[in-house]
């Protein structure tokens, strides 16, 4: 184990939010101009949990362990912690992965800090951080929600950023819910896929930019801000809408597949207008105005032909960051 003089603790605990990404402003080569960009929010639950333990070893458990452990030797090497520094990490709950959640880059985030915090290693600067785990390449949204939690918009990278500036963030209503719709066996892209489909798709053209970025900020941020939720929706739907469409070539439309796009349509046929794609999907998610709004779609949804085979969660947003608590410290 590291010396008394380095540890400031002995057991951690990390819990972090799920992120929501409604779509990037560009992608695609644009001389002179900002890349990505875009526009997500942080919410409560699925949740990651994780305990990190000073032991003699490396070790882990629990969901997405390897991936955990992996993140941590990234961490260890890459901050220039402690040498000898060995722990027990427990994933006590994650959400799945790869499903548009932004579980990659919570985990990865999670790992960092709570190792940072067993060692007195402060976080200074988010570039270093997205930089040692590999994160933010393209959206920023789940590196300053990890760090801030609510809405989030990211101004977008040129060629020098390593983080995208956080062009805007606001805390959402605390009434307004998110209704997650889990298509279950099913992923979106990631890794080299996904990488291949960024390499294969037609550049985002600016005018196209431009508006995403006006309804992003005038009409999104500014609905939620002023708590007018009918507009909200709208403009969530619409905002999903036409940033899929700048991925058609790759998706075959708007949505992952055509069965989510009839989805869409049947989930706004029952009175929610504000439903979309996060990421790449495969999970949907409608914006409802209570809790109570929430709970009587869902019964109305699971009572749809369409819906069978899918699982829903209900869930407010996070308007607060992740949580390190220190469980034991170095000097007890």
Same mark, same amino acid.
Not at 81 to 88: F, S
């Given at each position: 184990?590291?010396?008394q003089?380095?540890? *400031?603790?002995t057991?951690?605990?990390?819990t972090?939010?799920?992120?929501?990404?409604?779509?990037?402003f560009s992608?695609?080569?644009?001389?002179?101009?900002?890349?990505?960009g875009?526009?997500?929010a942080?919410?409560?639950?699925?949740?990651?949990?994780?305990?990190?333990?000073?032991a003699?070893?490396?070790?882990a458990s629990?969901?997405?362990?390897?991936?955990?452990l992996?993140? $941590?030797?990234?961490?260890?090497?890459?901050?220039q912690?402690?040498?000898?520094?060995?722990?027990?990490i427990?994933?006590? %709950?994650?959400?799945?992965?790869?499903?548009?959640l932004g579980?990659?880059?919570?985990?990865?985030?999670?790992?960092?800090?709570?190792?940072?915090?067993l060692?007195?290693?402060?976080?200074?600067? +988010?570039?270093?951080?997205?930089?040692?785990?590999?994160?933010?390449?393209?959206?920023?949204? #789940?590196?300053?929600g990890?760090?801030?939690?609510?809405m989030?918009?990211?101004?977008?990278?040129r060629?020098?950023?390593?983080?995208?500036p956080l062009l805007?963030?606001?805390? +959402?209503?605390?009434?307004?819910?998110?209704?997650? +719709?889990?298509?279950?066996n %099913?992923?979106?892209l990631f890794?080299?896929?996904e990488?291949?489909?960024?390499a294969e798709?037609?550049?985002v053209?600016?005018?196209?930019?431009?508006?995403l970025?006006?309804l992003?900020?005038?009409?999104l941020? $500014?609905s939620a801000?002023?708590?007018?939720? *009918?507009?909200? #929706?709208?403009a969530?739907y619409?905002?999903g809408?036409?940033?899929? +469409?700048c991925? *058609?070539a790759q998706?075959? #439309?708007?949505?992952?597949?055509?069965r989510?796009?009839?989805?869409? %349509?049947?989930?706004?046929?029952?009175?929610?207008?504000?439903?979309?794609q996060?990421s790449?999907?495969?999970?949907?998610?409608? *914006?409802?105005?209570?809790q109570?709004?929430a709970?009587e779609?869902?019964?109305?949804? %699971? $009572?749809?032909?369409?819906a069978?085979?899918?699982?829903?969660?209900?869930?407010?947003?996070?308007?607060?960051?992740?949580?390190?608590?220190?469980?034991?410290?170095?000097?007890k």
């Open positions: 184990m590291p010396s003089q380095t540890i *400031a603790a057991q951690v605990e990390v972090a939010h799920s992120r929501l990404h409604f779509g990037l992608f695609g080569p644009r001389e002179g101009r900002s890349q990505f875009g526009v997500g942080m919410i409560d639950r699925p949740r990651l949990q994780l305990r990190l333990a000073l003699d070893d490396w070790s629990g969901p997405n362990s390897d991936r955990a992996a993140f $941590a030797h990234e961490a260890v090497a890459g901050l912690l402690a040498d000898d520094l060995r722990c027990r427990t994933v006590l %709950e994650a959400p799945a992965a790869h499903v548009g579980s990659g880059t919570q985990l990865a985030l999670a790992v960092a800090n709570g190792l940072c915090r060692v007195r290693r402060p976080i200074t600067r +988010l570039e270093e951080l997205a930089t040692v785990m590999g994160r933010a390449r393209r959206s920023s949204v #789940g590196m300053h990890f760090f801030r939690g609510g989030i918009v990211d101004a977008g990278k060629p020098q950023d390593v983080v995208s805007a963030r606001i805390d +959402l209503p605390a009434p307004w819910r998110f209704v997650l +719709l889990f298509s279950p %099913e992923q979106g890794g080299d896929a990488e291949q489909a960024f798709l037609p550049p053209d600016a005018p196209t930019a431009t508006g970025r006006h992003a900020l005038e009409e941020m $500014a801000a002023n708590m007018r939720y *009918a507009e909200f #929706g709208e969530l619409r905002y809408r036409q940033a899929g +469409l991925y *058609a998706q075959g #439309g708007p949505y992952a597949s055509a989510l796009e009839r989805l869409v %349509e049947a989930v706004r046929e029952l009175g929610a207008p504000g439903v979309t996060s790449w999907g495969p999970t949907l998610c409608v *914006a409802m105005p209570s109570t709004a709970e779609f869902v019964r109305k949804f %699971e $009572a749809l032909p369409e069978h085979g899918m699982s829903t969660l209900i869930t407010a947003a996070a308007n607060q960051g992740a949580r390190v608590s220190v469980l034991s410290d170095s000097s």
